[in-house]
C-alpha cells in the first residue's frame, strides 16, 4: 500500500455551489408623516431646581472632601443638562414612516435596524418606542402629537411587531425605582 500523498492525491469532492438569493429593493415609498416634539417636555417649577442644586452641592461637597474634582465638573455638567432639558422647550421635527423604514428628524432607520414596537406615555404625551437591535440607541421615541395611534398601527403593522406592554429596560427600572424613592417635586 502507498502512503505517500503525492503519488495519489486523494479525490475531493466538488465545491458546493452557493447559492445567493436575489433581493429586490422595495421602492421608497412615504406611508406616513406629521410634525411634533423631538422630545417629550415638562416644565418645571422653582422646587425643583432647589432640590436638584441643594443634591449636587451635597455630592460637590462630599466629592471635594474625596479630591475627585473631575467628578466634580461631572456633576456640575449634569446639573446644567437637568436645567437645559427642563427649562427649553423641544423643537419640532418631522418624523416619516416610509416603506423602507422609519425617520425620526435626520435619523433614518430600517426595518431590518428594528426589533419591535410599542406605544408609551411620558408626561401626558403619547408616543411610540421603537427597540432597535444593536445596543445604541437602544430605542427610538417618536411622540406622536396630533397622529392617532390607531393610523401607526396600520401602517407599521404587517413590518414590524408590536408588543402590549412596553418591555423596560434595567436602567428604565432603575430610573423608575429612584424617581419613587427621591422625588424631585411635589406629586400633583
Known amino acids: 500500500m502507498n502512503t505517500d500523498p503525492h503519488t495519489n492525491p486523494p479525490v475531493l469532492p466538488p465545491e458546493p455551489q452557493i447559492v445567493v438569493p436575489v433581493v ?7 406611508l406616513l408623516d406629521w410634525t411634533a416634539p423631538s422630545r417629550p417636555f415638562k416644565k418645571r417649577d ?3 431646581f432647589t432640590t436638584v442644586t441643594t443634591m449636587a452641592v451635597l455630592f460637590v ?9 473631575l467628578v466634580i465638573l461631572v456633576v456640575i455638567a449634569f446639573v446644567f443638562l437637568v436645567y437645559v432639558l427642563s427649562t427649553v422647550p ?10 423602507t423604514g422609519i425617520q425620526n ?5 430600517s426595518w431590518s435596524e428594528l426589533f419591535f414596537y410599542t406605544f408609551d406615555y411620558k408626561w ?12 445604541l440607541p437602544g430605542a427610538i421615541y417618536l411622540l406622536l402629537g396630533d397622529v392617532p395611534r390607531e393610523k401607526i398601527e396600520e401602517v407599521i403593522g404587517t413590518r414590524l411587531a ?10 428604565d427600572r432603575s430610573a423608575s425605582w ?4 427621591v422625588p424631585l417635586e411635589k406629586q400633583s
Open 24 to 30: 429586490v429593493a422595495e421602492e421608497k415609498k412615504l
Open 46 to 48: 422653582k422646587d425643583f
Open 61 to 69: 461637597v462630599i466629592l471635594f472632601f474625596m479630591k475627585e474634582f
Open 90 to 99: 423641544p423643537e419640532l421635527i418631522k418624523n416619516q414612516i416610509y416603506t
Open 105 to 109: 428628524g435626520t435619523h433614518s432607520y
Open 124 to 135: 401626558g404625551q403619547p408616543m411610540m418606542v421603537a427597540r432597535t437591535r444593536a445596543s
Open 162 to 171: 408590536m408588543r402590549d406592554v412596553p418591555e423596560n429596560s434595567w436602567m
Open 178 to 181: 429612584l424617581s419613587k424613592k
